[in-house]
């Protein structure tokens, strides 16, 4: 079965036909490891279903780039305030390993939206989860010793070492390489 249609039957049940006309849409991509998906300041147009591989969004601060999330496998990834808003994107998205992913328009999910309202109940309880999974992890990020948060992460990530850059999980949690070096040590 097509990993997207079983991503999203964890949620909602489908009708043939939906799946159908879902499969029909979705663009499948084999892409190398630091395939930039998505630029600053260009509108993010696609929803993307990580197949294999792993994938960050960043941003530069002062020069420096900042790692603001890292996705795993079989999770969603765009620019969310991008994609959702149809504003262009603060943020970068890059492939961080080779990764196949499955995407799909943001005009063809209006599209499928309209034509099956059951997509929707989808599309809200996946934001609902994206948004208590940062929200749970930013609200500990705040009051957390570097050491807690990277516990955070491996509980909400268990592999994420073992996949992700150390500097890009660093940069994830706000903490210096060598800081997570000595925690992952002990």
């Known amino acids: 079965m097509n990993p997207f249609?079983?991503?999203i039957k964890q949620y909602i049940n489908l009708p043939s036909e939906t799946e159908e006309e879902i499969v029909n849409l979705i663009l499948t991509e084999k892409l190398d490891k630091g395939k930039v998906l998505l630029e600053e300041g260009k509108t993010c147009?696609?929803?993307?279903f990580i197949v294999e591989g792993t994938a960050r969004t960043y941003f530069y601060q002062n020069g420096k780039d900042i790692t603001y999330w890292i996705y795993p496998e079989n999770m969603l990834v765009t620019s969310w305030h991008s994609y959702m808003l149809r504003k262009p994107s603060s943020e970068y998205l890059e492939v961080t390993e080779e990764s196949i992913l499955m995407s799909i328009t943001y005009d063809q999910w209006q599209e499928l939206y309209a034509k099956y309202p059951r997509l929707d109940r989808f599309g809200r309880l996946v934001i609902e989860e994206q948004m208590a999974l940062l929200d749970?992890?930013?609200k500990g990020y705040y009051f957390l010793s570097a050491k807690e948060k990277y516990e955070l992460l491996i509980a909400a990530f268990p592999t994420i070492t073992q996949r992700a850059n150390l500097g890009h999980i660093a940069s994830m949690l706000g903490i210096s390489q060598e800081t997570l070096s000595r925690i992952r040590g002990k």
């Open 45 to 48: 147009n696609r929803l993307y």
């Open 5 to 7: 249609i079983t991503y």
């Open 136 to 138: 749970d992890f930013y």
